[in-house]
């Protein structure tokens, strides 16, 4: 069916403008040569002003329309619901999250390590504070020297110092272990932070990112949280070791005796503090700058070795103690004095015996506690002196 052309029709009284729509329609095809012959019938010419099929209708009356409102819900729902999309930023993150699983998990047994650690040397400490009293509540309660009751619980308590030891070997090496995680965590978070300025992520892909970013900040505060731990632990156990084993040799000292000296002379807190004088209180500060010394040597103890087993120990212990209270930066002098009188061999034999009762009393003041550098060992002739005799001296 075709169309034929309006200039091919007459119109006299109808026009497609005032009837408002013509169709003008023939039988055949135009573009085919009309048959020739005799019977050949031209088609006729129908004009109507009835409503057009629909078919028609809705294709020439298709435009404009009206589209789908989008409302914010939708534009919402459109952009907060995207399709996942694996991009090359997308493999950059999942490498950083799989590092930083591996770092969380390390931290995890280092604070595992670190807290085990931390109740073995409670319990180790308790047995040793425990064997420590034995000793000096037998020794204050009163004992026989040597007793082996006393000296096994001595030798528990060095085997827990020993433990101790070993204990700050341990530390030592989970410090180690948590500075190489921190180092790795910190590359981790330049690692993130660099990501953000490559080219080719997804808005997921930041989002991401920013989640990593701040699991990393937690694992460094962790991290930092057990350095400090670490390192408040060596210095408390260091301190703890260097203490304590003086004060287990002063208190084998004691032991062997059978008499309670005290403390470690060594274990002096206040030996750097200023001392109080009234002349500085009057001032309104109350300390002086410099603590109190002596303008001249002072005889703290003499000892007379008159027969072979002569008690100086206590009595040295409490001068000793008592002059570092006061002076607390002093030195002393050790003399060993033997007679002058006499011939040339027995001179030289009370010379040897003073020199050795003078290093007897020297190593009993180390094992209080005393520094060997602060005791300044001499020897001397006395034409007074009866005995071989030890002075001990403060300056």
Sequence with gaps: MGCMSLQSVSFRKLSVLSLGFAVLCVSGALAEPPPEGPDFRRPSLIITNGPLPESLRS??????????????????????????????????????????????????????????????????????????????????????????????????????????SGSANMLNQIGQDASQV?????????????????????????????????????????????????????????????????????????VANGEMYGRSLSNRPFSNVPAFTPAAATSGTGFQAQPAVLSQPRALVKIKFDRPDVAFEQPVYMAVNEALN??????????????????????????????????????????MGLPLDRVDLSYSESASATTNEVHLYVQ
């Design 59 to 164: 294709t020439i009356y298709n435009k404009p329309v009206q589209v789908r409102e989008i409302t914010p819900a939708a534009v919402v729902a459109l952009t907060g619901s995207p399709q996942p999309m694996n991009t090359i930023i997308t493999g950059k993150v999942d490498d950083l999250a799989s590092s930083l699983s591996r770092v969380q998990s390390r931290v995890q047994d280092i604070s595992g390590q670190l807290d085990g650690l931390q109740k073995e040397n409670q319990e180790k400490a308790a047995d040793y504070f425990a064997a420590i009293a034995s000793v000096n509540t037998q020794l204050q309660s009163g004992t026989t020297p040597g007793n082996p009751r006393l000296l096994e619980k001595l030798n528990t308590a060095e085997q827990r110092l020993e433990d101790f």
């Design 182 to 254: 921190a180092s790795e965590n910190t590359f981790l978070l330049q690692e993130a932070r660099a990501a953000y300025g490559l080219s080719g992520a997804v808005e997921e892909d930041h989002l991401r990112l920013t989640q990593i970013e701040d699991d990393i900040f937690r694992m460094s505060v962790l991290i930092d949280r057990i350095l400090n731990s670490v390192t408040d632990d060596l210095t408390r156990t260091n301190a703890y070791l260097s203490s304590e084993r003086e004060n287990v040799r002063a208190l084998s000292l004691a």
């Design 326 to 367: 006061r002076y607390p930066s002093a030195r002393f002098s050790l003399v060993a004095v033997h007679p002058a009188g006499g011939n040339a061999a027995q001179v030289a034999i009370e010379s040897t015996r003073a020199r050795r009762n003078a290093e007897n009393v020297l190593r009993v003041l180390t094992e």
